[in-house]
């Protein structure tokens, strides 16, 4: 066989002719050889596995916490607890804030106090 002919495929390394090398993009810089079976692998695992987005955008650095003072639950950005303590916006103290990180079960969407705390800060 004529090596020049022949290409390696850079996904399952075997040695394929060039009629059934095919190129396909590796990332947005570079492509890849690969051979044909390779290729239509590849794509059908494309088309069944759309990369999927974190739907979710609530910012990594914030903590749940809950007045047990008037029973609000609120988030708070950790990053200002260096700076104060978490103050409960419904009643503005202090002294009955509680970490509620550990009692996360209750529903996320209906958080009185997320968008509140937005609109403070
Ligand atoms: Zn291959
Ligand atoms: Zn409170």
Redesign the pocket.
Known sequence: MDIRRVRT??????S?PLSRVRLMPKNKDASML??D???SAMQTARSQNPPKKPIRNIPANVEKRQCTRCNYSFRISTTRLDLQKPVCPYCGKDDRVTNRTEVQKQSESSLPGYTAIHRRW
């Not at 495929?9 to 075997?14: D, L, S, V």
């Open positions: 495929c850079e996904k399952c390394k075997t394929v690969v051979c079976e390779c290729c």
